[in-house]
């Protein structure tokens, strides 16, 4: 059974399709890409997804049910957790209060209990410290637990987003260009966790990506876009391989 | 230099960093229990330290925290303090539940300043906040059978469960009590899931939207708590001024919350305290100087035989009506200039230089030039 499914997904800005007419299914499990030149619509189709922009038409099926009019801050708890292309952070805030609030989706105090800071808020923040650990050790973050964003090289505020979207326990994780400003080595490092992501905690992967190396080591399956249109959809060789693809990429 | 180990997940949820930093606020203490034997003659003006604490406290939730400006404040101030001598004067409610109720009616002026809110930012917020401030100043002086319009209402002393707040002294005691419990309760916000979505909300709207913070919800709260503080804080400041007018509530106090919280260093509660010393002890501090500074030029100059006449030409210069906002403005800009974090981030600088003696860097607190800016969101 899919996991995720967008049906004939589309979205116009005034005059211009931003997406037009995409469908695709994630299977449980799967790591999907999608590709594209640059302003294909790619990034657009994940604020479709994390329902930050209204689609026109089209509908979005998570793990069964209907999402396609869900308020956004709705979807976290659902089971979709997501990263941005030009990191969204909170900066001014250190990388374990970042990672807290990732845990926002599972808040079970109200705001008395919290003004009070009573028993149970204590008890509740030690579960989310203990989670946040957990996520901490599986990215390797422990030198970096009480550091400001702000004094954080690329690199590694790349991980912490990662951190923050593992934070919510999601079952659907979207990526939005994972190792865009990363070197060779850190890209490396990234690809082995989308690999890990995926195997040691069972969570199905949406990524949008440019790097070939990266796609081709960790996709499952890939949907190349252009101008909002779907241009082919399969493994990342026959993708690559498709006389479509290659002419949107390289021209005639 | 002290290194602090972390052996267990609640050491992060204290109060107190370490035990020294305990025995140091206990040191506080202390010394705010001695201070009315040291200076008996400023008690009055040390609870409205205490009061603009709880005021900045108030604008440094909203402010600071959330990252939503408002130049309005002095409004929620007003409406706390004429709902407090209502409720305590013309209805004889006993005075913690009045204010309790004025807190509550204030919370709901800020749900209804921050409804809007929702769906403006920056400077427009700021705009609209301005002018609910005005219109709150109008409503007050016109609304004659409550407030008593320009003519003022005189306000009684604070009786609490049959005991009568006389003197300076129990009041002093008194606001340092709600501004302690005021600090307690933001700080337990700021630690549990609300506080942490404020901060979000600040620092990147779309990315607390996408980890689940329901922008309006929380928007709302911080107004509503912002506000609530505003009305306790108005309950006592209607009792340290001890007599009510519309015109107190004006704009420019609005502006001196601000730089309160801008001079105290946004984004930390201390901010909001040192924030609060120095917008309530300059005028204090400046009309000290306005008797002694002339003399003092005197007797320096008198060395040259020139004594009298700079002395007359200081003096002058120091009874100019304009002075003290003329100072509060320029201390604004020099803190822009070279202290963006405030009080509290010069206090950060001088504690780190100590701890890390002889070794410490200016590079420390340099800022970094970012280059990459994200194109954010709307």
Not at chain 2, 39 to 56: A, N
Not at chain 2, 139 to 160: M, Q, R, S
Not at chain 2, 355 to 375: D, G, I, N, V, W
Request: one cysteine or more.
């Amino acid at each position: 059974m899919s996991l995720f499914k967008a049906e004939n997904l589309a979205i116009r800005f005034g005059g211009i399709k931003a997406v037009d007419g995409v469908s695709f299914d994630v299977e449980q499990g799967q790591v999907f890409t999608i590709i594209g030149p640059n302003g294909a619509g790619k990034t657009t189709i994940f604020n479709l997804v994390s329902r930050i922009y209204d689609a026109t038409d089209g509908r979005l099926v998570f793990n069964g049910e209907d999402i396609t009019r869900v308020p956004p801050h709705e979807i976290a708890a659902r089971g979709i957790a997501r990263t941005f292309q030009n990191i969204e952070l909170f900066e001014h805030a250190s990388v374990l209060q970042n990672l807290l609030l990732g845990r926002h989706a599972h808040k079970r105090t109200n705001f008395v209990e919290e003004l009070l800071f009573l028993p149970k808020a204590r008890r509740l923040e030690l579960d989310h410290r203990e989670a946040v650990e957990k996520v901490i050790d599986f990215l390797d973050l422990q030198p970096y637990r009480d550091s400001l964003i702000v004094n954080l090289p690329y690199g590694v505020r790349k991980v912490v987003e990662v951190a923050r979207a593992l934070c919510t326990e999601p079952k659907l994780l979207l990526l939005d260009e994972p190792s865009s400003g990363l070197n060779v080595e850190e890209t490396e490092d990234m690809a082995f966790w989308i690999q890990d992501i995926r195997s040691l905690l069972g969570i199905t992967v949406l990524m949008v990506e440019h790097d070939m190396s990266l796609v081709s080591a960790v996709s499952d399956k890939v949907l190349a876009l252009n101008y909002g249109r779907p241009l082919a959809m399969g493994t990342a060789r026959e993708v690559q391989e498709h006389p479509d693809v290659i002419k949107a990429y390289l021209g005639e | 230099m002290r290194f602090i180990f972390k052996t267990d997940y609640a050491q992060d949820l204290r109060l107190f960093r370490d035990e020294v930093q305990r025995n140091w606020y206990w040191a506080l203490l202390v010394g705010l229990l001695v201070l009315p034997v040291l200076v008996p003659d400023y008690l009055i003006d040390i609870s409205l330290v205490f009061i603009y604490g709880l005021c900045g406290l108030s604008l440094m939730v909203l402010a600071g925290f959330t990252g939503l400006v408002s130049l309005g404040h002095a409004a929620f101030l007003g409406i706390g303090a004429y709902a407090h001598v209502f409720f305590t004067q013309d209805l004889h409610l006993p005075w913690l539940l009045s204010v309790v109720l004025s807190a509550a009616i204030t919370a709901g002026a800020g749900v209804v300043v921050g409804l809007p809110a929702l769906r403006m930012t920056g400077i427009y917020l700021t705009i609209a906040t301005l002018a609910f401030a005005l219109i709150i100043q109008e409503v007050l002086t016109h609304w004659d059978g409550f407030t008593n319009g320009l003519l003022g209402k005189a306000v009684e002393k604070p009786v609490i469960f049959g005991y009568r707040v006389g003197t300076d002294l129990e009041f002093y005691f008194l606001c340092m009590i709600f501004l302690g419990g005021g600090l307690w309760l933001t700080r337990n916000l700021l630690r549990t899931p609300t506080g942490r979505a404020w901060v979000a909300i600040r620092d990147s709207e779309i990315a607390a939207q996408s980890m689940g913070v329901n922008l309006a919800l929380y928007k709302t709260i911080a107004f509503a708590y912002s506000a609530a503080l505003m009305g306790v804080a108005g309950a006592l400041f209607s009792h340290q001024i001890k007599f009510l007018a519309p015109d107190i509530f004006n704009i420019l106090l609005s502006i001196q919350f601000l730089l309160m919280v801008v001079v105290g260093g946004l984004g930390s509660l201390h901010g909001a305290v040192f924030g609060a010393i120095f917008v309530a002890m300059l005028p204090v501090m400046i009309s000290e100087a306005r008797d002694t500074v002339p003399v003092w030029f005197g007797h320096v100059f008198a060395l040259f035989g020139a004594g009298d006449a700079v002395q007359a030409a200081v003096d002058r210069f120091v009874k100019q009506p304009g002075l003290e906002p003329g100072i509060f403005g320029l201390i604004l800009v020099l803190f822009i200039l070279f202290e963006p974090l405030g009080i509290y981030g010069r206090w950060v600088k001088i504690k780190v230089y100590f701890s890390l003696f002889p070794l410490y860097k200016r590079a420390t607190f340099k800022r970094q030039k970012s280059y990459m800016k994200s194109e954010r969101l709307r």
